[in-house]
Nanobody, 118 residues
Framework: QVQLVESGGGLVQAGGSLRLSCAAS????????MGWYRQAPGKQRELVAS???????NYGDSMKGRFTISRDNVNNTVYLQMSSLIPEDTAVYYC????????????WGQGTQVTVSS
């Protein structure tokens, strides 16, 4: 069983920064992708950023230049450094871990709230 535990959310003023962390535990295939998605009230869940075990990164369009994703493969932990936050970044942020071995293995964290005040 794989578990994802997120931390680091909270309330921040516009222009501020936050760092999210997500630690994965359990039986994890070494070739995987870890990432962050977010969902604001009344909106669909969207990609924030993802990073493969080899270090390849992918960002959502509105996050480029403001957010940085990184990971620690030894500890199966992914980080999201968020800077220049704006009220539109307010959402629940979810950690995701996935890999494919014949079938897709897809795991989600419980979510952490990020609120940016204007």
């Amino acid at each position: 069983q794989v578990q994802l535990v997120e931390s680091g959310g909270g309330l921040v003023q516009a222009g501020g920064s936050l760092r999210l962390s997500c630690a994965a535990s359990g039986s994890i295939f070494s070739l995987n992708i870890m990432g962050w998605y977010r969902q604001a009230p009344g909106k669909q869940r969207e990609l924030v950023a993802s990073i493969s075990s080899s270090g390849s990164r992918n960002y959502g369009d509105s996050m480029k230049g403001r957010f940085t994703i990184s990971r620690d493969n030894v500890n199966n932990t992914v980080y999201l450094q968020m800077s220049s936050l704006i009220p539109e970044d307010t959402a629940v942020y979810y950690c995701n871990l996935r890999w494919r071995r014949t079938v897709l293995y897809d795991y989600w964290g419980q979510g952490t709230q990020v609120t940016v005040s204007s």
